[in-house]
């Protein structure tokens, strides 16, 4: 049986990566690429019993994690843009975890899985199209102080692994 933190955090806590390289970011643009067809594999086949199964005790179901990557996503390729055009904005937080109860986070994930394919390929034109110096550019997270593109960038990748991770495993776990 897994522990807690294995459960919580399937590839491990977030760590900045020790480089930020082009190469680096590359294979990071290419993860949020395959995000919305690794998505699509991971709840391929789930009935509603299934996608409202929480991947831990106290987690999220996964229904509800499919529209979370929905919403996180969106949220991070609107900083990323406001970043690009304006000197260093401020940006409004949003607490996830009262968007992931919202009513429509109990809909059918279908819409949510091609929002997100939509959003990944203009999220991931917007990143290639980018000169390496606008990656320094960023912006004013209220709690977590000034962020780069370059950092914002390597978060998502890794949350995008994260989060699939969650479904993944407890498929595996549950046999599904």
């Known amino acids: 049986m897994a522990d807690e933190e294995d459960?919580?955090?399937p590839v491990g806590r977030f760590r900045p990566p020790a480089e930020n390289t082009r190469?680096?970011?590359a294979a990071q643009i290419e993860t949020l690429r395959l995000l919305p067809e690794r998505l699509r594999l991971a709840v391929a086949g789930l009935n509603d019993a299934q996608l409202d199964t929480p991947y831990r005790d106290g987690g999220w179901t996964v229904r509800q994690v499919v529209h979370h990557?929905?919403?996180s996503?969106?949220?991070s390729y609107v900083?990323?843009?406001l970043a690009l055009t304006e000197d260093w904005p401020t940006i409004k937080p949003y607490d996830e975890?009262?968007?992931?109860?919202?009513?429509d986070s109990s809909q059918a994930i279908e819409p949510s899985l091609v929002f997100i394919t939509g959003l990944h390929q203009r999220m991931v034109a917007l990143l290639e199209s980018m000169p390496e110096e606008n990656f320094e550019r960023g912006f004013n997270h209220?709690?977590?102080g000034r962020v780069t593109l370059a950092a914002n960038l390597a978060l998502y990748e890794w949350h995008?692994?994260?989060h699939t991770a969650h479904i993944t495993n407890l498929r595996a776990r549950q046999g599904w």
Not at 97 to 103: D, F, S
Request: hydrophobic share 40%; no cysteine.
């Open 7 to 9: 459960l919580r955090y």
């Open 142 to 144: 209220p709690e977590r």
């Open 79 to 81: 900083r990323f843009k």
């Open 73 to 75: 996503h969106a949220n």
């Open 160 to 162: 995008s692994r994260h």
């Open 69 to 71: 990557f929905a919403d």
């Open 97 to 103: 975890a009262a968007w992931a109860r919202l009513p």
């Open 23 to 25: 190469t680096v970011r």
